[in-house]
């Protein structure tokens, strides 16, 4: 199955997939033991950061090994790939979905350097991922540039892209106040499109808002900050309480927190297939 046939089986399900950011070997080791246990498909994703930081051919190979050798279903997806140049390497590296950002730009900017990469990315079958609206980055203020419904048709009309990343009030990194989804909105942009609707932002969110997100049209649920925090709480602790000097024997420690909270996360999604 391509990601997206996934994006579609979920469209067609009312459910979602958990698109999961990676770091390094343990937050990987994490992400992979809980949908192990959850019997929950994978969607890896990486940012240009964790690229630059694993090298390119170095990260993907990591994450190709984690999913045979977790015996999961899974993919390797470009998060937040801010230019045409890095989604071009990322396909020629073998990733099964990229996402282009251009929704800083103009409007019509951001069509035209999303269909260049709609273009580039058919040869590959890989799916392709945009955004329109604004998703507010970290240590920004939530709110403003929503994706409006007509806009969302327009744009999907004129790139041929497969999923597209709406701005409905979340917000990437941590909410300095309580966050509120604009589910209308939402539900509106699905009548109006007929591609797959993402959710940025989903850290800190409350679990029955994202569901009902998902039931008004979004199939896939980013998460990276919770992974992270999760796991430098975790291994500060874990230095707090030990003399220990093998790093070997440390960073194993921060692994069950994130876990934990992956399972419930996946659950949360509705793609475990636990039973």
Known sequence: MTVKELLDKCRHERTAVLATNFYNFETLTAVMQAAQRVQAPVLLQLTRSSIDYMGLEQAVAMG??????????????????????????????????????????P??????????????????????????????????????????????ARFV??????????????AHGFYKQAPKLDIERLAQIRAATDVALVLHGSSGIPHEMVR?????????????????????????QALLTSDEIDLRKVFPRAIAPVVELLCEKYRMAGSAGER
């Not at 045979?68 to 790939?81: K, N, P, Q, T």
């Not at 939530?142 to 007509?150: A, E, K, L, N, R």
């Not at 009309?157 to 409905?168: K, N, R, W």
């Not at 009902?212 to 500060?236: Q, S, W």
């Open 107 to 152: 409007f019509e900017e951001n069509v035209a350097t999303t269909r260049r990469v709609v273009e580039l990315a058919r040869p590959y079958g890989a799916n392709v991922e945009a955004e329109l609206g604004y998703v507010a980055k970290l240590g920004q203020t939530q709110g403003g540039g929503f994706t409006t419904p007509d806009e969302a």
């Open 64 to 105: 190709r090994r984690a999913i045979a050798d977790y015996g999961v279903e899974g993919w390797i997806h470009l998060d937040h790939g801010g230019s045409v140049e890095l989604v071009a390497r990322c396909l020629d590296a073998g990733f099964d979905s990229v996402m282009i950002d251009a929704s800083e730009c």
């Open 157 to 170: 009309e004129a790139t041929g892209v497969d999923a597209l990343a709406v701005s409905i009030g979340s």
């Open 212 to 236: 009902e997100a998902i039931a008004n049209g979004i199939v896939k649920v980013n998460l990276a900050t919770e992974i992270k925090d999760n796991f430098m709480r975790a291994l500060k």
